[in-house]
């Protein structure tokens, strides 16, 4: 569990009814943080939301599709209500379509990058109106968006989603570089995980495998504990750890990064 100070910080994550986002919800409200979970599945959303709650967090859910502009222009400022304010946002919500380019599906690669690139650039555009000072929270900030390790190496069967997250490796810098330029004081950084066996983990091992890729998901895991040089697979805690650091007044100066959580696998 990560051990930043994150007293009286009021997050906003994206995709957090399940898996990564949801760790790093409640890592997050372990340090102290007042949370509000976002997502397109409203059913789970509230239940992980309540859940937070139960454990006597601060915690409510608001719906929305990081792919619609309308839908972030009405929950960001019901984020702000229930938090008093905010502090952080983490662009966690994200898609993987394997497909092998010979079996390309023009609507599997947008749909990818819609949720993934379009979606993160509407965080960004929503966080920076409402942080900067003129804006309704008005006191700067954190934003934090979740790539992938596989940004930053080449593993087959996934293009489009490789593809999108070095976008958002990209558009990390060019954010940071607008923030800093005129005046937000919103610091934006982000995060590349390494393969965590969770659900969306799990489902590209198999992916891979029944692609003809690797003999069996056993083997695509193997492959990747492989190029790791710590030699295992990541842990959603070890993800939550870095989110929690660069939301935290320990990473201050750090701005307009991508850091790897991914045991070396993408150095
Ligand atoms: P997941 O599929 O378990 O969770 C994704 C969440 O995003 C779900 O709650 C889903 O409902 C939500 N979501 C999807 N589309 C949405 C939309 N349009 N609007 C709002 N919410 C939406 O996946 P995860 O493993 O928790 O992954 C979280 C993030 O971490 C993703 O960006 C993913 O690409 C990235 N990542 C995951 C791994 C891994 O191994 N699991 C590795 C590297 C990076």
Not at 212 to 222: H, I, M, Y
Not at 241 to 254: H, I, Y
Request: charged share 15%; hydrophobic share 50%; with cysteine.
């Amino acid at each position: 569990m990560a051990t930043c100070d994150l007293s009286g910080r009021k997050v906003l994550i994206t995709g957090g009814a399940r898996g990564l986002g949801l760790k790093m919800a409640e890592t997050v409200a372990a340090q102290g943080a007042a949370v509000v979970v976002a997502d397109i599945d409203a059913e789970a959303g509230q239940a992980s939301a309540d859940a937070l709650a139960e454990q006597g967090h601060q915690a409510s859910f608001v719906h929305l599709d990081v792919t619609d502009d309308a839908s972030w222009a009405a929950a960001v400022p019901d984020a702000v209500a229930a938090l008093g304010g905010l502090d952080v946002l983490v662009n966690n919500a994200g898609i993987e379509i394997t497909d092998l380019f010979v079996d390309l599906d023009p609507a599997n690669a947008r749909k990818t990058f819609d949720v993934n690139v379009v979606g993160t650039m509407l965080g960004i555009k929503h966080a920076f109106l409402t942080m900067r000072p003129e804006g309704a929270a008005g006191a700067g900030g954190a934003v934090i968006n979740i790539a992938s390790v596989a940004a930053t190496i080449a593993f087959p069967g996934i293009a489009a989603y490789s593809a999108s997250k070095s976008a958002i490796d990209r558009l990390t810098r060019v954010a940071a570089a607008e923030s800093g330029r005129l005046g937000y004081g919103v610091r934006v950084n982000a995060v590349c995980p390494g393969l965590v066996p969770n659900a969306m983990g799990a489902q590209l091992a198999n992916d891979t495998a029944e692609r003809g890729l690797f003999g069996s998901p056993d083997e695509a895991v193997g492959a990747v504990v492989s190029l790791t040089p710590s030699g295992r697979l990541a842990t959603e805690q070890d993800i939550a750890n870095g989110v929690a650091f660069l939301a935290s007044e320990d990473s201050a100066f750090v701005n307009g990064v991508a850091l790897s959580v991914d045991g070396g696998m993408g150095m």
